[in-house]
């Protein structure tokens, strides 16, 4: 083959043209194929417990990424542990009503209040507890705040189980998600290590309280 048509080949549009297809192919279906893996992985997995398709002890029972002050967080705990009394109502409850009160001695209370809860919201987490435990106590803190037009305050309550429906695009960013995926992994290392749910949470969110230097100081004078 002479070098006038070794140029000739090299300098075809057509050529090059086919080239970048077969490679953007590639590297379409490549990154089709890791995002099928991660949904497939995620879902499966569910370190929210959003889907709860499986919900395996000693493989992805315990969900060690939620925050136990969350809506999504709450709303696991009513599902996986026992209580006959609940609390629900906004940060006001959550953090003035504790559930060692002596008049909760003999019940198994726990504290389902949420920062910035609407009357709706509200509403939802009593229709969730009520499907999954047997209550007897439902202690209800009206705050004049939650009644407004505004139904959601927080944006987890849509990525929780108390949402009446999950957008598209919610769902789809949990699943296809390389930190979801990095939960996953943990979530499953975590039970294979043999830890199990626990209950030891009421759902109280316990202010820190900061005393300043001048406050100390008074505080010494008096006790004088």
């Given at each position: 083959m002479s070098s006038s048509t070794i140029n000739s080949e090299n300098d075809?549009?057509?050529?090059?043209?086919?080239?970048?297809?077969?490679?953007?192919?590639?590297?379409?279906?490549?990154?089709?194929?890791?995002?099928?893996?991660?949904?497939?992985?995620?879902?499966?997995?569910?370190?929210?417990?959003?889907?709860?398709?499986?919900?395996?002890?000693?493989?992805?029972?315990?969900?060690?990424?939620?925050?136990?002050?969350?809506?999504?967080?709450?709303?696991?705990?009513?599902?996986?542990?026992?209580?006959?009394?609940?609390?629900?109502?906004?940060?006001?409850?959550?953090?003035?009503?504790?559930?060692?009160?002596?008049?909760?001695?003999?019940?198994?209370?726990?504290?389902?209040?949420?920062?910035?809860?609407?009357?709706?919201?509200?509403?939802?987490?009593?229709?969730?507890?009520?499907?999954?435990?047997n209550l007897k106590t439902v202690l209800l803190s009206l705050d004049f705040v939650a009644f407004n037009e505004q139904l959601i305050y927080e944006e987890d309550f849509a990525d929780s189980p108390l949402a009446e429906r999950t957008p598209f695009a919610s769902l789809a960013r949990y699943l296809v998600s390389l930190l979801t995926l990095r939960e996953s992994i943990a979530t499953v290392k975590w039970n294979l290590q043999g830890n199990t749910v626990t209950c030891s949470d009421t759902g109280e969110h316990k202010r820190r309280i900061r005393l300043k230097a001048a406050r100390i100081a008074f505080d010494g004078i008096l006790r004088r």
């Open positions: 075809n549009p057509f050529i090059a043209d086919s080239d970048w297809r077969r490679y953007a192919l590639w590297y379409l279906l490549t990154l089709l194929l890791f995002c099928a893996l991660a949904a497939g992985i995620n879902s499966i997995v569910d370190p929210h417990g959003r889907l709860l398709l499986v919900d395996k002890p000693g493989f992805n029972q315990v969900k060690i990424t939620l925050q136990t002050n969350s809506r999504k967080g709450k709303s696991l705990a009513l599902r996986q542990c026992n209580y006959d009394t609940i609390v629900i109502g906004t940060s006001r409850a959550e953090m003035s009503i504790v559930t060692d009160h002596p008049a909760l001695s003999i019940a198994k209370p726990y504290n389902a209040a949420i920062k910035g809860a609407s009357m709706y919201e509200m509403r939802r987490m009593a229709e969730y507890a009520l499907r999954h435990q």
